[in-house]
């Protein structure tokens, strides 16, 4: 296949703007898919991506399509994760494209994502070619949204093509576009192997399923191919492409996209980014940006009923195998027994992993609140990283103690930059500097704590901007800062798994919020429970569970006993999500009050 006629795309979107309608319906403009299958949308395969709406893992399909001109193009659409944690993995399969279809919802217009995505598209160089879908609608106002596109992005949208992916309309308009506008691949043939990963996949009965993108040389079945990045060797056993149908082929070139089995048994030695050479003629540089993975966020992971504590093992362990950026390792808890403690890329994915957790392996969890890695410098000279606020040292052993930074850039309508510098400044934030853009809107840049925006950063952005707000975070670095650790004490006990690291200046109002909302979220007891907040040795809380005053089951003495087992059984499965600490049952909730705490 002559690259002159290969075409690479991706569609990025703001959510629900019809990303996934209108995948499906080129595919099924060209082809590719049969009436049954339409009847699934094809490129999200799994349900808990469709019930939240997101992508999470990455895909592609090789369409053809006879244009016009009389030419038969061959289409790769290649499919991206559409949120912030996920962002490196968007920013490399568009790497693998030279062109983007940027869809707009007819009614709703330009949205957050909208620009965010298409930041993400210019930044790689991509041809954007804007589509205005939905026009169906009766409240489609498909000229507004035109203009908005040309003020708000700055982009001409003179051309776009007005679409119902539901209806069906414009899909011919687009694949000409497509065709006529997007590039063809300009690498080379002669020289070695380049191929760019940008997703890979655990079978159980293949192993790891690379896709990739060929961008110089020819990528050959039986070649040997090394990682550049782990200088790993492995001999190529398959190649295909997915039409979308797994087809396989002897070799795939220039431009070509698809998917590459080599007896890989690991997804982390298959990282996302990086580039495949041939082992025996190895390419001098591997291709730009390739960035290891680290998770950023970790928290405690325990099985609500200890006995399932292997069946959490074996469910992170095969998680795992098709997730690079998932971590985890043991961990006790006096609180909650025996656990794991997890990393992940950000708040979105540990939210993922956790409804997975539950949703596939049917294990009930209790999480702790997230925290990130400290560093911590002490008085001896030695220095210890911490991801777990229990391991802190005692005051007087620290020297001085360092968190990760970020830094945020978020985009909004000029009307909310106050709300979004108020939320920056209560989350410790440092002002660095404010650009206003066309079509009214401005971009703030912010250095954060990475600790903050792991509690509510996201709600309390999206709300206080109707949604509006884009955000985007990289991590810059550590710099010193005034932390404690913040005990929980019930009954006189310190709960570990509700211990955190906090600002000093915060630490007396957050113990306080906590203690108050654990007062309510904890069920009275048949005894009196304090709840204390303290510092090293210091109270700086202290609030009461008032004792039960009557047994529940007093009532029914006398009474007909279907009623007392009904009432017992009751009582039992809303015991499922409570958890025995020391001699106080604690509700799931109150394990993640912390979490909403400003
Ligand atoms: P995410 O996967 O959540 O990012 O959404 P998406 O952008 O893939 O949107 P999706 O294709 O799931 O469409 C969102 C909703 O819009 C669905 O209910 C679609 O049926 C609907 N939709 C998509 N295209 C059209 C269209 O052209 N007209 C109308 N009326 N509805 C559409």
Not at 7 to 25: E, M, P, V
Not at 36 to 41: A, F, G, L, S
Not at 179 to 191: A, L, M, N, Q, W
Not at 440 to 451: D, E, M, Q, S, T
């Amino acid at each position: 296949i002559s690259p002159a006629m290969i075409r690479n795309f991706s569609i990025i979107a703001h959510i629900d703007h019809g990303k996934s309608t209108l995948a499906d319906r080129i595919l099924e403009f060209t082809g590719a898919i049969t009436e049954r299958e339409k009847q699934e949308q094809f490129l999200d395969n799994m349900d808990l991506e469709r019930e939240r709406g997101i992508t999470i893992k990455l895909q592609s399909v090789r369409l053809r399509y006879q244009a016009k001109d009389g030419q038969v193009y061959l289409l790769n659409l290649i499919d991206t994760p559409g949120h912030v944690d996920f962002s490196y993995e968007v920013s490399r399969s568009l790497q693998a494209c030279e062109g983007a279809l940027l869809v707009v919802d007819a009614a709703q217009g330009v949205e957050a994502q909208t620009l965010a995505n298409f930041y993400l598209a210019w930044e790689n160089e991509l041809e954007i070619l804007p589509v205005i879908n939905k026009i169906d609608l009766p409240n489609a106002e498909p000229e507004r949204v035109r203009k908005e596109i040309e003020d708000i992005i700055g982009w001409d949208a003179s051309e776009a093509v007005l679409a119902s992916a539901k209806a069906g309309i414009g899909m011919e308009d687009i694949l000409e576009q497509i065709v006529k506008h997007i590039p063809p691949p300009s690498g080379k043939v002669e020289d070695p192997l380049r191929a760019l990963i940008f997703d890979s996949l655990y079978d159980p009965y293949k192993g790891v399923i690379i896709y990739m993108r060929v961008v110089d040389g020819t990528l050959r079945k039986g070649m040997k191919i090394e990682l550049m990045a782990t200088g790993k060797v492995y001999e190529v056993t398959e190649i295909g492409v997915l039409t979308p149908h797994p087809v396989a082929v002897s070799e795939l070139s220039v431009g070509e996209v698809g998917f590459v089995v080599a007896n890989i048994k690991n997804v982390k030695d298959s990282r996302v980014g990086d580039t495949i050479t041939d082992a025996d003629r190895p390419a001098q540089e591997p291709l730009p940006g390739y960035r290891p993975i680290t998770p950023m966020v970790f928290c405690g992971i325990y099985p609500v009923d200890s006995s399932q504590y292997e069946d959490l093992r074996e469910a992170l362990e095969k998680l795992e195998l098709n997730d690079a950026s998932l971590s985890y390792e043991p961990e006790t808890s006096t609180a909650l027994g025996f656990g794991f403690r997890c990393g992940f890329l950000g708040l979105l994915h540990m939210e993922i992993i956790q409804e997975r957790i539950e949703r596939e392996f049917q294990i009930p969890l209790i999480t702790t609140a997230p925290s990130v890695i400290y560093h911590v410098y002490q008085t001896d000279g030695s220095k210890i990283e911490i991801e777990n606020p229990t391991l802190m040292p005692a005051q007087q052993k620290i020297e001085r103690v360092e968190e990760p930074y970020i830094k945020a850039t978020m985009m909004a309508p000029n009307e909310y930059v106050g709300s979004i510098m108020e939320i920056c400044q209560n989350k410790r934030g440092q002002y660095v500097d404010m650009e206003y853009m066309e079509g009214n809107r401005v971009n703030l840049i912010y250095r954060l704590p990475l600790a903050e925006i792991v509690y509510d950063f996201f709600d309390q952005l999206k709300s206080s901007t109707k949604g509006y707000a884009s955000f985007d975070y990289e991590l810059i670095g550590y710099q010193p800062s005034d932390l404690v650790k913040m005990d929980i004490l019930l009954n006189g006990e310190v709960v570990d798994a509700f211990s955190f690291i906090v600002h000093r200046d915060r630490a007396y109002h957050r113990g306080k919020k906590l203690a108050a909302k654990l007062r309510k979220l904890i069920p009275r007891q048949m005894f009196e429970v304090p709840i204390q907040a303290v510092i090293g040795n210091k109270v700086v809380a202290r609030e009461t569970i008032r004792a039960m005053r009557k047994n529940v089951l007093a009532k029914c003495y006398g009474g007909d006993i279907t009623r007392k087992r009904k009432l017992l059984e009751k009582q039992k499965e809303g015991k499922k999500r409570m958890k025995s600490v020391g001699s106080v049952e604690v509700p799931q909730e109150a394990f993640m009050a912390i979490l909403q705490m400003d």
